[in-house]
Every structure is written in C-alpha cells, then in structure tokens.
C-alpha cells in the first residue's frame, strides 16, 4: 500500500498531484514524493497530511551543475526504493522518465505516468543529448506503465499515437478538490478581475491591461502566481506598460501563496477569472487546453464568472452551459467589450459563477475525476 511519486521538479506546484494523493491516502495508501525545487514556485507546498510525506532535492539552473545533479536525484530515488519498497511509482513528468524506465525493471514495482505537459517534438541541432533522449524514454515508459494519465483529450490521443503503447490512457482533467470550493464573498465596491498561474504572455497577455484602460476606473486586476524561467522579467513589464497607459494603481501583484488554500480565499473576493490562450499556438499543450488548465475549474469552485478564449473547445466547455463568455484574446476592444458587459449585468454575471460553482460540486471535481484511476489500480492487483 505504498506509492512513491517521483517529479524533477516542485510537486507542490501541481494540483492534481496534490488532489490525487489525498485520495489515495485516504484510501490507506502511504505516500512518498521524492522531488527538487523549482525556479518561481519554490515556496509553494502541500498541506499536511499524516499519510503524505514530501521531500525535496535543492533546484539547479541549466548547466552542466544541473546535469549533475540530475544523477544525484536518479541515486537518491533508487535510494529510496530500496528503503522504502513501494509497490506503485507515479511517475509524473516527461524528466522523470528516465528514473521511471530504470525502475520499470525492477521486479515487483509497477508504474504509473502522469503527463502534465506533452513535450512538442521540436529538436534540433541544439538539442541537447538527453533532449534527445527523452522521446525515446517516455516511449518506454508508455509501453511499460500499468496506466497512463493525460489531462486532455486530444492530448490522450496523440500520447498513444506517439507511443504506440497499449496500456491503459486515462483522460482525467486537472478538476480542483471539491473541498476547494468556496463561498464567493458579498461586497462592494471595485469590480475584480483576477488571474493565477504562471505569469506568461500567452496567459496573461498585455491586451488585457490596454482593455483595463478603456474601462471605468473600478476595475481593478489582481495576479497571484509566478514568472517562469523563459520569461524572466515579464512582471516588471506588465507594471511598467500599466502605468504608461494610466492604470498602474489598478494592478496589483500578490506573489505566490505558499498553501493552495490561500490561493482560492484570495480568488474567491473576485468577481471574474481570466483564463486565455492564444488562438493560434503551435504547442500541443496550447492547442489542446481544455481540461488540463485548473484556472477556470478554481475560478469556477470560488464562485466567478469566466472571461476565456474563442477556442471551440473552451466555448463548449465553459460558454455554451452559462460559466462565463469568450473573447478574443489579441484585441484590447474585444476583451474590454466582454468585461463591460459582466460589469453592466451583475445578476447575471454572479449566476454564470454560481451555476459552475454548483458544476464543480456535482461532476467538475478531482473525487469524481480520479475514481477510474482507483478503479484500475484496484483491477491490477492492489486490495483496499
């Protein structure tokens, strides 16, 4: 009854790893994460749970320093393998295939791989050895694993045709906990749009800042999250074109809240959720976002209404049942069209969040969304 979760990188930054062990540990399973630090979400970590332990190498930059250490980690998971003797390995990221490969050969040990982010397939001559490396291991690993899990669709499917693998894929979407779901707070005052995530152009683009500007001065925006290493800097951008359009006291930073909680008692004094993507991308995981963004799933569980994308799948999925409505992401006009409108229509516009709040509870959340996953470890092997 013991599960180790290997990631090379901060667990602590995933939800669904954090749903999804809870569960198994009230199941009776005794959880392990072995992972390292992250650049941006180093402070974030798991709430305390006595079946649920985590531990944590420190993070490397890229280098040659990084490679090393990437050895170091290989060790240190073989260490605890051997001193821990779990029965299952969640494996859950493309870096960590090549330790879940080499314990796939163990005897005993089965594995489970969870992609979070699918790797686009773009090498090049620059690509370094283990860049390359990687496609072939996470072939391995699809074809060895008792069950894969993939957050999309259309992901799924490209998963198994890349592979070739003929295990079990599992869609299951990055639902929040339905323990997540909060009361949206009564209020007054300045109408809040809010973001959380990693803090991007193509999540947070600065269209939404020139649409802020065209709109009454009650609105405000408020970012919880973090920069990513590929775009260093983009924060002290987006405060320094607020203020050249006139609107930098109605932006405002939050950091990243180091418990998740936290996270959604913030989002739930808000009146909107943005949750964009680009409308033409040529990363899979942009392509094919639905379900596997927890943004509106946590917009949706603290009671906002939704501003997302023109996407077909994003409008079925959130629009066409009443959460919220789409903009174009790339057009100031349209987005501050749609904000104006949430803010000209406060009735509906709190109904559009109360009837995905009451989604959330009913269908929308990582219970119901994890239950094959315990079904089909439950089917190969494991009693409860």
Sequence with gaps: MRILYIQYTNPAG??????????????????LFLGTGARGAAALEFPLHPNV????LTFYPAGWRQKLHYGLFTIWVLFWVLRWRPRWIYASDCLSCPVAALLSLLPGLRIIYHEHDSPNGTLDKSSSIFERLVP????????RASLCILPNQRRAESFKERTRTERLVLNVWNCPSSRDVKERSSRSGSFVLF?????????????????????????????????????????K???????????GHRLSFLGSFVHRDTLLENCSNA??????????????????????????????????????????????????PGYGLAC????????????????QHPVETRSMGTKGRQRILSEWNYERQFSPVLQAIGATGVQH
């Excluded at 995933?14 to 959880?31: D, T």
């Excluded at 332990?53 to 944590?56: G, H």
């Excluded at 943004?295 to 629009?319: H, I, R, T």
């Design 53 to 56: 332990n985590l531990r944590r």
């Design 14 to 31: 995933y939800p669904p790893l954090q749903h999804g062990s809870r569960i198994l540990a009230e199941n009776g399973f005794k959880v």
């Design 237 to 247: 951008a987006l405060q320094n074109y607020a203020s050249k359009v006139g609107i």
């Design 195 to 235: 973001f959380h995530g990693s803090i991007v152009p193509a999540r947070l683009p600065m269209t939404v800042l020139e649409a802020l500007a065209k709109l009454p001065d009650q609105v405000v925006l408020r970012v919880a999250g973090y920069e990513t290493i590929g775009h260093s800097g983009y924060i």
């Design 271 to 320: 009146d909107v959720g943005l949750a964009l993507m680009p409308l033409k991308t040529a990363d899979i995981n942009e392509q094919a976002m639905a379900g596997a963004s927890n943004k509106p799933f946590d917009y949706l569980a603290c009671g906002l209404a939704l501003l997302v994308s023109e996407l077909p799948e994003w409008k079925k999925m959130f629009v066409d």
């Design 136 to 143: 072939s291991v996470r072939r391995l690993v699809a074809q």
């Design 328 to 343: 174009d992401p790339g057009d100031p006009e349209s987005i501050a069209q749609r904000l104006l409108w949430f803010i």
